[in-house]
């Protein structure tokens, strides 16, 4: 729709990595201010959150790129490109995950209680990401005639009516985050309120698959309805093991 956002003095800055900066700057911000909330040093917060998105930034777009490799493999000048904008939450999520482990215990900052407060972190950089991929044409849903639908290009710059896939799961993140602040202090261990974020972010994003026009699949499965399955099964199998008895 607006893959330049503005271009002033033969500066162009393109819509979907300005949405992702935007987002990112934001849900540090709510992330920081959420961990003073709750009693953890902000200082040390904020300080892991900018050590450790912009490698979750990486692993989103290598996953991306990995679902992606035939085209990738042939143009790899195309790997970093931002401005075709790209990227997938789960392979920044796990990479973020991963390498929090260690890094927070440097810190002393409680795992749990740490991600709970990301979790508003990782749902605000979401929403404004994916505003980004509507004005980008990435990510697009799948042509329509039914009632729901938007004139829309995809990345090859073909307009149809659309589903507008992005908006949905623009508004599925933002949904997420209403029921995450209506839980908050609610449960009755830390990490609750991480591992209720990543099985109804999951559910959605799972269902959404259906909607895109673009499916990245491994062998005959969709790749991210089957991470999306794991991470359910995982999820509540957290709260199982974690839930007070």
């Not at 089957?226 to 974690?242: E, H, K, Q, R, S």
Request: glycine share 12%.
């Amino acid at each position: 729709m607006r893959r330049v956002l503005i271009e002033w003095c033969g500066v162009k800055l393109y819509s979907y990595p300005v949405m992702l900066y935007l987002g990112t700057l934001t849900g540090i911000c709510a992330g920081t201010y959420a961990a003073w909330l709750n009693g953890l040093n902000p200082g040390r917060v904020y300080l892991a959150m900018l050590l450790l998105f912009p490698v979750g930034l990486v692993g989103a777009r290598l996953l991306f790129v990995i679902s992606h490799w035939p085209l990738y493999r042939r143009e790899p000048g195309r790997i970093w490109r931002q401005s075709e904008g790209g990227a997938s939450l789960y392979g920044g999520l796990i990479l973020f995950f991963l390498l929090s482990l260690p890094l927070l215990k440097i810190l002393r900052i409680p795992s749990g209680s740490f991600w709970d407060v990301a979790s508003i972190t990782l749902l605000l950089g979401m929403i404004f990401t994916k505003v980004g991929c509507l004005l980008n044409g990435c990510c697009g849903g799948k042509p329509t005639s039914g009632t729901l639908a938007l004139y829309l290009p995809n990345t090859q710059g073909i307009w149809a009516r659309r589903v507008p896939t992005q908006l949905l799961e623009a508004g599925w993140a933002a949904l997420v985050l209403l029921g995450l602040v209506a839980l908050w202090n609610r449960l009755p261990f830390a990490g609750g309120l991480f591992l209720y974020t990543v099985a109804a972010y999951s559910l959605g994003r799972g269902w959404l698959e259906s909607t895109r026009d673009d499916i990245e699949k491994v062998g005959d499965l969709s790749l991210h309805r089957t991470i999306a399955l794991v991470l359910v099964g995982a999820c509540l199998g957290g709260f199982v093991l974690m839930w007070p008895r």
